[in-house]
């Protein structure tokens, strides 16, 4: 860059780079640009070529055009400063008129009287950085040292420095620099509109609504949490942009996405801004587009009844898939294919880490024969269906006899018993290292396996066993078809339509067809077809399992647009689609230079599609999304977080206000739901504030312990409570995480009944979003099937088919319990049964938030969360119940599994089986009492009275089955 760099120490000499003296007299007439090299003591010049005007001076050129270099060497220090000095001013001489065109062009640039872009503003800084290229900062004191003639300094004064100084501050402007010069006219119009403001809205908008109300950036995303008033910030940025005459109101559109959102939007328009509102366009995105399609066409579309009632095609699902079935052999083979094969999730039991979940997978994700038994395994579950299939009679889960007592002295039980053959096949819990799951003990279940083997050789029985490994290597139907060949036996299938009855009898086909249903809406959402489908199978883990999902969805997608073409319907994912393709073309031509979007975390990738169509027409259009990315709850409907997280890459240049102050909640329920719902790192940062504040726990824990048929008892208890503090006429909401968590009519009817003074209704969580009430009960908060978060797992297809999923563990699910703690306004109640925790709350344990744990006292087995497993069936586990003679804890299969045990015969909590010593230990830290345990088949013992005194007696026996386990002990 041509500018004095430093002032040189010593110089003693200068010449010319041909040897010819150089007089610095000389050097001060012409115009010069300069740079001196301070490391080499270099001087580069650049001299026009001048003819003498004044013919009494010497004629002649000073010096030729050519010479623009001199070195320096041995010039004395004085005469050295002497040449930089007058080099340097000369220099910024010559380049001040150019400095000062810089400055005035560069001061036009800058927005007056609108929102100062920050492309506008980029574009001033890379225009003086170029300028900036040709000069430094001039000397804050001039070029000459302290008691020298000042014949010089009067150059560099405030004036002269002026444009240089202005050029080189916008060209080195950090983007916090470039956010004060927003921020001046920010503040500036927010004052300007202050009584706009405090009256738009009941009660006057806070600082950071109104900062949102007059941000004009090209793109611009308010952060708004819960409650702290979104519908009152676009009420008021509509408010401000026509008051202002920023837009008129015809180029205003406003979007919602429910059609009750939109309605109330465009009253509260209406309330506020009266006749200046009725210009604004106020739609659904569904609207939207059935405007668009409207302008275009003529007329507007037909909506299928399909499209407006998911019942209706949930049924035409239905019906098609069973349609397909008994009139396509092609369809009814890839299905009963599909049925046999991979109608279930393929997790194994080593993918978990605690027994009781690898239980609760089985049953939340209805993992069962298709005879309709319950298995305790998947593996298992397919070796069945292949026997059904095959018309080959088997008992599942089969007790030899007589009895038989392995190793570890619980009964033998077959997995499977082939009567017709008087064969026997087991299942194994092996991998192919030979390792069980780790709850499992290895040395047991290698010692049964070596019993069982040595059993059936000595008995001289047909056995064969199988295990996890022949799974995983895809031979455990081929290994045991092969065994069966050698005893004779050759696969008899049973008719197509035989096994499609006992689907349906088992509700398989109906889950089948429900599946397909959700497919076909994420289809026709997502705009996938054949082609888009391949990448996703391609890159799919189980390829195969998808690749048969989509060849039974196919033909019901080709079914549902034929009877769209039928009956000349469109659904709501086509009217979508086409009013893209409209304003993509031109044929639409969007009036709108202002588009609202509420709820935008809601948004899908085709909805954004259009709002960027409708963008790219006039490159003058701004955005304005007001979404909370904390209450992103709609993923499988397609909405994509993405879109808001990372709002800046998919639009571009964007305004960020976060609304920080919410109006509904206190800080105690602020507290516990913000920190939970940012353990997720991937969640946008932001702090909330409460305009309410109390100083104790507002969200109470309620631990107690029910069963299905007494779900309703800890709803009533926390109901009694609320109804001795809570003031007559108060709203209740009873949360869910699915309807059926829900009282259902008759329930409900009771509850209003029992508590009048109460108003109570009942929500699933996603419908409680955007609503408030006075409290809240969170119901159903235990692990399971029907608890929360929920363990339902999807289809990979359909899982492949939503928006990519967050890499932190239920991170929906997160979201989802931080909307329902936000519903209400003084008081959250949390329902859980500690036998059986929800992982939300033991994280809120576990962690120490503060919860209200005393409100609602609890017992000692509630208290301790202590849920042993059932000895007997191992995939129950034991629960406290009340008996006759005192508390005892009974397996939550029963009465499938019987099974039961005596509590501790000091505080009550059960006990754990010691195998090493034989004795029962008590659960409770405080306690650890211990008990003998059964010798014959370690079940718990029972203190009893007999003729020679007391004695302790097996607690299996039963008087009237002579098989029960008659051990007894001394006392």
């Not at 294919?337 to 039991?349: M, N, R």
């Not at 208290?863 to 000895?871: E, F, K, R, V």
Request: proline content about 6%; hydrophobic content about 35%; aromatic content about 10%.
């Amino acid at each position: 860059m041509p500018s004095p760099l430093s002032e040189p120490n010593t110089i003693e000499s200068c010449t010319l780079v041909d040897g010819t003296p150089l007089e610095i007299a000389r050097l001060i007439a012409p115009p010069v640009l300069v740079a001196l090299d301070d490391g080499r003591y270099q001087l580069h010049l650049k001299l026009r070529e001048r003819q003498k005007s004044d013919p009494q001076q010497e004629s002649g050129r000073i010096y030729q055009a050519e010479i623009d270099k001199l070195e320096i060497d041995n010039l004395p220090a004085k005469e050295g400063k002497q040449l930089y000095r007058q080099l340097s001013l000369l220099f910024y001489q010559h380049h001040f008129d150019q400095a000062e065109q810089d400055y005035q062009q560069l001061h036009q640039m800058i927005p007056r009287g609108c929102y100062p872009l920050i492309s506008e503003l980029r574009a001033i800084k890379t225009q003086a950085y170029q300028a900036c290229q040709r000069f430094q900062l001039p000397p804050e004191n001039g070029l000459v040292e302290q008691g020298e003639e000042q014949t010089n300094k009067h150059v560099f004064n405030q004036t002269f420095c002026k444009p240089f100084n202005y050029i080189h501050r916008w060209a080195h402007a950090s983007d916090e620099q470039l956010a004060t010069v927003q921020q001046r006219f920010v503040t500036a119009e927010v004052g300007r509109y202050q009584s706009l403001f405090e009256q738009i809205e009941s009660s006057p908008l806070t600082k950071a609504q109104c900062i949102a109300c007059v941000t004009q950036e090209r793109n611009n995303l308010v952060v708004a949490g819960a409650g702290t008033g979104k519908t009152s910030t676009m009420v008021g940025r509509a408010g401000y942009l026509i008051t202002s005459q920023r837009a008129q109101p015809e180029q205003i559109l406003m979007l919602a996405f429910a059609r009750k959102a939109a309605d109330e939007m465009r009253e509260r328009l209406t309330s506020r801004l009266g006749k200046a509102a009725s210009g604004i366009a106020s739609f659904t995105f569904h609207a939207l587009g059935r405007y668009i399609i409207q302008q275009v066409e003529g007329r507007p579309p037909a909506i299928s009844p399909m499209a407006e009632d998911q019942n209706t095609r949930r049924g035409w699902v239905e019906e098609c898939f069973n349609h397909l079935l008994s009139t396509e052999d092609d369809f009814q083979q890839k299905a009963l294919h599909y049925f046999a094969h991979y109608l279930y999730p393929g997790k194994e039991p080593f993918d978990f880490q605690h027994e009781v979940q690898h239980r609760q997978y089985l049953l939340d994700n209805r993992i069962f024969s298709l005879k309709g038994e319950t298995v305790a395994s998947l593996p298992e579950a397919l070796l069945a269906n292949w026997l059904f299939r095959n018309s080959i009679k088997y008992c599942y889960q089969y007790r030899y006899s007589p009895e038989q007592r392995r190793p570890d002295h619980r009964i033998y039980e077959a997995t499977f018993y082939l009567p017709e053959l008087d064969a026997w096949v087991d299942f194994l819990p092996r991998n192919s290292k030979g390792k069980v799951p780790v709850w499992m003990n290895q040395r047991d279940q290698e010692t049964n396996w070596q019993w069982l083997e040595r059993f059936h050789r000595r008995e001289g029985n047909h056995w064969y066993c199988t295990d996890y490994q022949q799974w995983q290597q895809g031979t455990l139907i081929t290994g045991l078809a092969q065994w069966l060949l050698e005893l004779g036996v050759e696969p008899d299938p049973l008719p197509g339509k035989a096994v499609l009855d006992t689907l349906n009898e088992t509700g398989a086909t109906r889950q089948m067809a429900e599946l397909l249903h959700d497919m076909l809406s994420r289809a026709r959402g997502g705009r996938f077809d054949r082609t888009g489908f391949e990448p996703l199978i391609s890159n799919a883990t189980d390829p195969k399992r998808m690749r048969a999902a989509l060849e039974l969805l196919q033909p019901v997608l080709v079914s549902y647009q034929q009877a769209l073409d039928k009956a000349g319907h469109i659904d709501f994912d086509e009217m979508v689609s086409r009013a893209i393709e409209h304003v993509r073309s031109g044929l639409f031509q969007s009036p709108w230079q202002q588009i609202l979007v509420d709820e935008f975390q809601d948004i899908s990738r085709p909805r954004a599609e259009l709002i960027r169509a409708l963008q790219e027409q006039n490159p003058q259009t701004h955005l304005f999304c007001v979404g909370d990315d904390w209450q992103a709850i709609y993923r499988f409907a397609g909405s994509d977080l993405h879109l808001t997280t990372a709002f800046t890459d998919q639009f571009g240049d964007t305004a960020t206000t976060v609304l920080d102050k919410t109006f509904r909640f206190n800080n105690s329920i602020g507290a516990i739901a913000s920190r939970f719902v940012m353990s997720n790192p991937d969640q946008l940062r932001k702090s909330l504030s409460t305009q309410h504040q109390v100083d104790f726990p507002a969200v109470s824990l309620l631990r107690m312990g029910y069963s299905s048929k007494t779900r309703l008892e800890p709803i009533k208890k926390a109901l009694r409570a609320l109804s001795l503090q809570a003031e007559s006429g108060s709203t209740v909401y009873l949360l869910g995480r699915y309807l059926y968590n829900l009282p259902d009519h008759s329930e409900l009817a009771e509850l209003r009944e029992q508590f009048p003074q109460l108003q109570i209704s009942p929500l699933s969580m996603h419908a409680s979003k955007g609503r408030e009430a006075d409290y809240t009960l969170i119901l159903e908060l235990v692990s399971g099937k029907n608890g929360f978060p929920s363990q339902k797992e999807s289809h990979p297809l359909l899982e492949a088919m939503l928006p990519g999923v967050d890499a932190y563990l239920h991170a929906e699910e997160r979201r989802l319990f931080y909307v329902a703690l936000t519903r209400a306004r003084h008081r959250a109640i949390l329902l859980t049964d500690m036998t059986r925790p929800s992982e939300f709350i033991e994280e809120l344990l576990n962690n120490n938030y503060l919860l209200d744990r005393d409100s609602f006292p609890s017992t000692l087995t509630q208290q301790l969360g202590l849920s042993p497993g059932c000895p007997q069936c191992m995939q129950g586990t034991l629960l406290e119940r009340q008996g006759r003679r005192g508390r005892f804890y009974g397996c939550s299969h029963y009465p499938k599994c019987d099974h039961s045990e005596p509590a501790c015969g000091l505080c009550g909590a059960p006990m754990e089986l010691d195998t090493d010593s034989e004795v029962r230990i008590c659960l409770n830290p405080a306690c650890h009492h211990t008990e003998p345990a059964c010798p014959a088949c370690n079940s718990a013992m029972t203190l009893k009275e007999g003729r020679n005194g007391e004695f302790w007696g097996c607690s299996q026996y039963r008087r009237d089955d002579p098989h029960s386990c008659k051990a007894t002990k001394p006392a």
